[in-house]
C-alpha cells in the first residue's frame, strides 16, 4: 500500500532538518601546530665553539696554575677544553719533591689526541731552593759564619738537573717570558746561582729577568769547556739582572753575545767592584749618541742602573775607613758617566747621528737579600714590566738633588708590560 506523499514529505523534511542539526552541534577538529624541541639559551657555555673557549680560558689562565688546576677538576668536558690553556703561564718552585712530578704532569699532558692542540708553556716563573747552591753549602764557603753550616750535602743531585733540564728543553721553543730566582730559606747570603740547566736556546723570549746572577753563564750546561756558547736568547727584547753582592761583575760582551737584540736593559745591586766599573765604562760607549748604528746593542732604548746602597755615613760625616768611601765613589762617578754619555748635544742632533737616543735611569742604592729578590721576582711577575714613565718616576736623587732621569727622547717607543702571572709555591 503507498503511503501518501504529504508524509512522504513531511518526513524528508524532518529527516533534513536532524541532518543539518547534527552537523552544527559536531565539535570542528582545531589544528595543532607542529611541536619544536625545547629551545637553549642563547649564550650556553656547551654551544661555545671549542676555539673560544681555549681562547677564554688562555686570558683566564695567567696566575701561575691555580685557575688552570680549578678548570681541570670542574668536569672532564671543562678539563679536555682547558688542556691546553692550564700551562700557558706556570709559576714553580723547582724544589726536588716538587720538579719530577711536575715534569711527568708536564710530559703526560702534553701528548695531545687526534685533532687536539698540545701543550705548552708560554709564561714560565721558577725559583730554586737555596739547597741547589753550592755557595751556601759548601764546605769551604768562608763568607758565612762555621756555626751557621750544617751537613753538607751534594748541592746539585744528578737526577734534579736532569728533570730540570729536560722541563726547559721541552718548554725551550715556546717560552715567551722568563723570570728566574732562588727561593729564600733564610739561610744564605744572596750569593750568585750557579745551576747548569740550559742547553739549548729560547728562539721565542721575549722577556727576561735573572735574579741572584750577574750573568746567564752559570745556567750553561756545557759538556765540554771548549766548546762556543750558544746565544740563549737571540730574540730577547727586555733583560733585567740584579746579582748577587758576591758577584764579580757584569760582563756586557757576555751579556750582548748571548742577547744581542735588547731594548731595554736593568741592572739592580750593582756592587763597587773593578769589574762593573769597567763594564760601565763599556756600556758608556755603547749609550753615546756617537757610537755606530752597527755596534753591540744598537736597539738599546732604555736602561735602568741601580747600584748597591752605600756604605753608612757616605752622604754624611765619614769618620771610617776611606777605603769603602771611595769603591762606592768611583762606582757612582761610573754610573754618571753613562748617564752623561747617552746626553745628545745639540751639534749631535744637528749632524744627524743614525742611533736614536738612550735614556738613563739610575735609581736610589739599595741592597737585595734573597728574600728580597724572591720578592723583586713576584713583584715583575704581578705587575709586568713597567713603562718608561713609571720608571722614570721612580728614579732618585743624588747628594747634589741632580736628577738622576736623562731627557726621553721623542721617537722613544714607550715599553709596555707583557702578561701577568704569579708564583705557584706547590703542585
Not at 763568607?143 to 737526577?159: A, E, S, V
Not at 718548554?171 to 739549548?200: H, M, N, Q, W, Y
Not at 760582551?253 to 760601565?280: G, K
Not at 724572591?374 to 714590566?385: E, I, P, T
Request: net charge neutral; proline share 11%; with cysteine.
Amino acid at each position: 500500500m503507498e503511503m501518501p506523499p504529504a508524509i512522504r514529505k513531511q518526513d524528508l523534511r524532518d529527516r533534513g532538518d536532524s541532518t543539518i542539526t547534527s552537523s552544527l552541534h559536531r565539535p570542528v577538529p582545531v589544528p595543532h601546530p607542529p611541536s619544536r624541541p625545547p629551545s637553549r639559551p642563547p649564550y650556553s657555555m656547551d654551544t661555545l665553539p671549542l676555539e673560544t673557549l681555549q681562547r677564554v680560558f688562555q686570558l683566564a689562565c695567567t696566575d701561575g696554575g691555580h685557575t688552570g688546576c680549578a678548570l681541570s677538576l670542574t668536569s672532564k668536558a671543562v678539563r679536555a677544553a682547558a688542556r691546553v690553556s692550564r700551562f700557558h703561564s706556570v709559576g714553580l718552585v723547582a724544589h726536588p719533591d716538587i720538579s719530577h712530578p711536575f715534569l711527568t704532569l708536564y710530559e703526560r699532558e702534553r701528548v695531545p689526541a687526534v685533532g687536539e692542540p698540545t701543550a705548552r708553556i708560554a709564561h714560565l716563573s721558577i725559583a730554586f731552593p737555596a739547597l741547589a747552591d753550592a755557595s751556601c753549602r759548601s764546605p769551604t764557603a768562608s763568607h758565612r759564619p762555621q756555626d751557621d753550616l750544617g751537613p753538607w750535602r751534594p748541592p746539585f743531585p744528578r737526577q734534579y738537573l736532569e728533570d730540570v733540564r729536560r722541563l726547559f728543553h721541552l718548554i725551550a721553543p715556546d717560552l715567551r717570558s722568563l723570570v728566574l730566582c732562588r727561593a729564600s730559606e733564610g739561610k744564605c747570603e744572596p750569593s750568585e746561582l750557579a745551576l747548569p740547566i740550559f742547553s739549548t736556546s729560547f728562539p721565542m723570549l721575549h722577556d727576561v729577568s735573572l735574579f741572584g746572577l750577574a750573568s746567564p753563564r752559570p745556567l750553561l750546561a756545557l759538556h765540554d769547556d771548549n766548546l762556543t756558547p750558544i746565544p740563549l736568547f737571540p730574540s730577547a727584547k727586555r733583560l733585567e739582572l740584579a746579582p748577587g753582592p758576591l758577584s764579580k761583575g757584569v760582563s756586557l760582551d757576555e751579556l750582548a753575545w748571548h742577547a744581542p737584540c735588547i731594548a731595554e736593559l736593568r741592572l739592580s745591586n750593582l756592587q763597587p767592584s773593578p769589574s762593573t766599573i769597567d763594564s760601565l765604562a763599556g756600556l758608556a760607549k755603547v749609550v753615546s749618541p756617537s757610537s755606530h748604528p752597527d755596534s753591540t746593542w744598537d736597539a738599546l732604548r732604555t736602561v735602568t742602573l741601580r747600584p748597591c746602597a752605600p756604605p753608612p755615613g757616605v752622604h754624611d760625616g765619614w769618620c771610617g775607613d776611606a777605603g769603602p768611601k771611595e769603591q762606592y765613589t768611583g762606582l757612582w762617578r761610573a754610573l754618571q758617566r753613562v748617564r752623561w754619555s747617552a746626553d745628545r748635544t745639540p751639534a749631535q742632533c744637528a749632524a744627524g747621528y743614525a742611533r736614536a737616543g738612550t735614556q738613563v735611569v739610575l735609581p736610589e742604592g739599595r741592597d737585595y737579600t734573597d728574600a728580597e729578590l724572591q720578592s723583586l721576582a713576584r713583584r715583575r711577575l704581578v705587575n709586568g714590566w713597567e713603562d718608561d714613565e713609571a720608571v722614570g718616576r721612580e728614579a732618585g736623587r743624588n747628594c747634589d738633588g741632580e736628577s738622576h732621569v736623562a731627557p726621553r727622547p721623542r721617537h722613544t717607543p714607550v715599553v709596555s708590560g707583557w702578561q701577568r702571572t704569579t708564583i705557584l709555591h706547590s703542585i
